[in-house]
T-cell receptor
Framework: GQQVMQIPQYQHVQEGEDFTTYCNSSTTLSNIQWYKQRPGGHPVFLIQ?????EVKKQKRLTFQFGEAKKNSSLHITATQTTDVGTYFCTFYSGNTGKLIFGQGTTLQVKP | DGGITQSPKYLFRKEGQNVTLSCEQN?????MYWYRQDPGQGLRLIYY???????QKGDIAEGYSVSREKKESFPLTVTSAQKNPTAFYLC????????????FGPGTRLTVL
């Protein structure tokens, strides 16, 4: 079935460095959603992208949806320790109502 | 105070026992979901319900059962048939299934001894 691959699986950065995680699909996606899960916590919705080439910003976070709607990225500028967690890209599969999760990218930030 | 509640936060059971995890929401959402998360893994869908009195199997339904008798409640039973039940279980809801943001509860960490 449809799935998404996320890379990298883990990333360690120094506080203040930038960070990017990528989400790739072999098939065209109707939408992409990004969630963040803090250690020991539950996933929290960040954003949804639906249009080809869409770019959305939330403070230091920039989300992109590829022109072919097969990939997406999340970029964090000047990371802070509060950015620590696992970032998941997800999408709704066809008409099933099922939200499919990527495996996530876990970010560690060294102060 | 609106949201999704799951109880208990931590649960310990002996092997061979069935256990039921609670999930309640007061968001008036039609759709509810159960996911399982293993260390270092993404979320895998166990069961979901698009409307009251209806539910569908997700990707890993074997060894689990659910009911949706009320809109606000979607309990999950982990049966003794589930081979590796120790995991973090997350319940979520959305206004409708298929397009909306999912809101997650705090999760229940189940350990089977």
């Amino acid at each position: 079935g449809q799935q998404v691959m996320q890379i990298p699986q883990y990333q360690h950065v120094q506080e203040g460095e930038d960070f990017t995680t990528y989400c790739n699909s072999s098939t065209t996606l109707s939408n992409i959603q990004w969630y963040k899960q803090r250690p020991g916590g539950h996933p929290v919705f960040l954003i949804q992208l639906v249009k080809s080439g869409e770019v959305k910003k939330q403070k230091r976070l920039t989300f992109q949806f590829g022109e072919a709607k097969k990939n997406s990225s999340l970029h964090i500028t000047a990371t802070q320790t509060t950015d620590v967690g696992t970032y998941f890209c997800t999408f709704y599969s066809g008409n099933t109502g099922k939200l499919i999760f990527g495996q996530g990218t876990t970010l560690q930030v060294k102060p | 105070d609106g949201g999704i509640t799951q109880s208990p936060k931590y649960l310990f059971r002996k092997e061979g026992q069935n256990v039921t995890l609670s999930c309640e929401q007061n968001l008036n959402h039609d759709a509810m979901y159960w996911y399982r998360q293993d260390p270092g893994q993404g979320l895998r869908l166990i069961y979901y319900s698009q409307i009251v009195n209806d539910f569908q199997k997700g990707d890993i339904a074997e060894g689990y059962s659910v009911s949706r008798e009320k809109k606000e409640s979607f309990p999950l039973t982990v049966t003794s048939a589930q081979k590796n039940p120790t995991a973090f279980y997350l319940c979520a809801s959305s206004i409708v299934a298929g397009t909306d943001t999912q809101y997650f509860g705090p999760g229940t960490r189940l350990t089977v001894l």
